[in-house]
T-cell receptor
Framework: GGIITQTPKFLIGQEGQKLTLKCQQN?????MYWYRQDSGKGLRLIYY???????QKGDLSEGYDASREKKSSFSLTVTSAQKNEMAVFLC????????????FGSGTRLTVL | GQQVQQSPASLVLQEGENAELQCNFS?????MQWFYQRPGGSLVSLFY???GTKHSGRLTSTTVIKERRSSLHISSSQTTDSGTYLC???????????FGSGTKVIPCLP
């Protein structure tokens, strides 16, 4: 079996700060995703990538950048942290875009002071 | 408006009780996925169900396309069932998943 590892588990930043979240998977999956989960709400897609060096914007991409320099890793950058984006950020991967099965990491909880 | 409406928002369950969680959707779909999330944990896929009924242990998923709904039935609930259950509408590839807001299942402690 494989695993998705997200670091850090908890991230605290100042308003306006640039912050980076990291995700690694050892499934050898092609497609990776970043979702944001606000309290009491469903997940919303920020970015996804169907292969190394590919980036596709989701519904919530404004204010974020992403990078897929290797097949196994997908990072997300909050370009200027805002207090209203305190949430849990979840990384996921799937073998391909059909994604009958998505595998999720345990999340990074972002707090903005 | 919201494409996926999930209900109830929360549910208190006594051990041994059955429960039914609902998702209603307003657009056409390829499939419905159900996920389970333990507090502070990652999501685990429970079912990928384009139509009809699927079973896994004490869980049953039923998707009725013409009625635009999918349900998740938990039978003989246990305290380990507590957590959040999320449905997600699949309208194309996984990049087009639209999530419901979740149902939080809370154990009723004696």
């Amino acid at each position: 079996g494989g695993i998705i590892t997200q670091t850090p588990k908890f991230l605290i930043g100042q308003e306006g700060q640039k912050l980076t979240l990291k995700c690694q998977q050892n499934f050898n999956h092609d497609t990776m995703y970043w979702y944001r989960q606000d309290s009491g709400k469903g997940l919303r897609l920020i970015y996804y990538s169907i292969t190394e060096n590919d980036l596709q914007k989701g519904d919530l991409s404004e204010g974020y950048d992403a990078s897929r320099e290797k097949k196994s890793s997908f990072s997300l950058t909050v370009t200027s942290a805002q207090k209203n984006e305190m949430a849990v950020f979840l990384c996921a991967s799937s073998i391909d875009r059909a994604a009958e099965t998505l595998y999720f990491g345990s999340g990074t909880r972002l707090t903005v002071l | 408006g919201q494409q996926v409406q999930q209900s109830p928002a929360s549910l208190v369950l006594q051990e041994g009780e059955n429960a039914e969680l609902q998702c209603n959707f307003s657009t056409s779909l390829n499939s419905m996925q159900w996920f389970y999330q333990r507090p502070g944990g990652s999501l685990v896929s429970l079912f990928y169900n384009p139509s009809g009924t699927k079973h896994s242990g004490r869980l049953t998923s039923t998707t009725v396309i013409k009625e635009r709904r999918s349900s998740l039935h938990i039978s003989s609930s246990q305290t380990t069932d507590s957590g959040t259950y999320l449905c997600a509408l699949v309208t194309g590839f996984a990049s087009a998943l639209t999530f419901g807001s979740g149902t939080k299942v809370i154990p009723c402690l004696p």
